[in-house]
């Protein structure tokens, strides 16, 4: 939700769970209301004095979120992916290091908008982590980590 924001609002931060949503009000409070009701999302405006402030370190910007999903992301592709292509216990916690940094250096390049096609992302992540592993894998490896990637991100 965050990132199909960005261009309204940039300064976004959601609470963990996508329930709340504060950015600073440059006028363009209603344009983002708009944009999340077409995104499927019900909003309301709360006054300053109704809101239960959070502490800052319970608000998440794109970045912080996109981190998180890479390192759960990592934490279940790479095992799966070793089971099925016998990888060394020993190369696997590098490749899930790997992974996981790619799938967030690849979040971050290519932020979703609105007009974003479906699947792009998975493509672009998918040949990312094969990139990023091609030195730990080798050339087949990587790709048919790649592969692996793409299918598991499109049943997600």
């Not at 794109?62 to 759960?72: H, K």
């Not at 609105?114 to 992540?125: D, I, M, N, V, W």
């Amino acid at each position: 939700m965050l990132a199909r924001i960005d261009d309204l609002a940039p300064d976004a931060a959601s609470d963990h769970s996508g329930a709340l949503l504060r950015f600073i009000d440059h006028g363009q409070t209603a344009q983002v209301r708009v944009r999340l009701y077409e995104l499927g999302y019900e909003s309301e405006e709360l006054d300053p004095s109704e809101s239960q402030e959070l502490p800052e370190s319970q608000w998440y910007r794109p970045a912080d979120l996109s981190r998180e999903e890479a390192r759960v992301l990592a934490s279940r592709i790479t095992p799966a992916f070793g089971r099925q292509h016998a990888v060394d216990p020993a190369v696997a916690a590098a490749l899930q290091v790997c992974v996981e940094a790619a799938l967030f250096g690849c979040f971050v390049a290519n932020p979703l908008g609105s007009a974003a096609a479906a699947g792009s992302l998975r493509t672009e992540c998918a040949a990312a982590v094969a990139a990023a592993a091609g030195h730990i894998l080798g050339p087949n490896g990587a790709r048919a980590l790649g592969e692996f990637v793409d299918r598991w991100l499109g049943k997600s």
